[in-house]
């Protein structure tokens, strides 16, 4: 449950602050994507905040060098997957949430 939970938040934390980004080529239209535009300055306050709570939480859940481990991997894969696929619109709200729906699901049964 712990693992699906950090994913998500340091997920959402990369995806605010890349969708702040300038020289991005950002092609979502959802009412989230757009506040995030809009507001750049919160956005990005937000989505570091929730990049360091991923780190705190799974150092918390794990220890400080497995959680520590395991943050930058779920950050690079987080990261890789957001640069590579959000301009081909792969990845948008609804099919990351019906990801960790079913991840979550997964570890939880």
Request: charge should be positive; hydrophobic fraction near 55%.
């Amino acid at each position: 449950m712990m693992i699906t939970l950090t994913a998500f938040i340091v997920f959402s934390g990369f995806y605010a602050c890349y969708y702040t980004s300038v020289k991005a080529v950002l092609t979502g239209n959802s009412g989230l994507e757009t506040a995030i535009r809009n507001n750049p300055a919160a956005a990005k306050s937000i989505g570091m905040f929730l990049v360091l709570s991923g780190l705190t939480v799974s150092i918390l859940y794990n220890g400080i060098g497995v959680g520590t481990l395991q943050f930058f991997i779920m950050l690079m894969v987080s990261g890789s997957t957001i640069v590579l696929l959000s301009p081909l619109r792969i990845v948008t709200l609804r099919s990351v949430a019906i990801l960790f729906v079913f991840a979550f699901l997964i570890e939880n049964i």
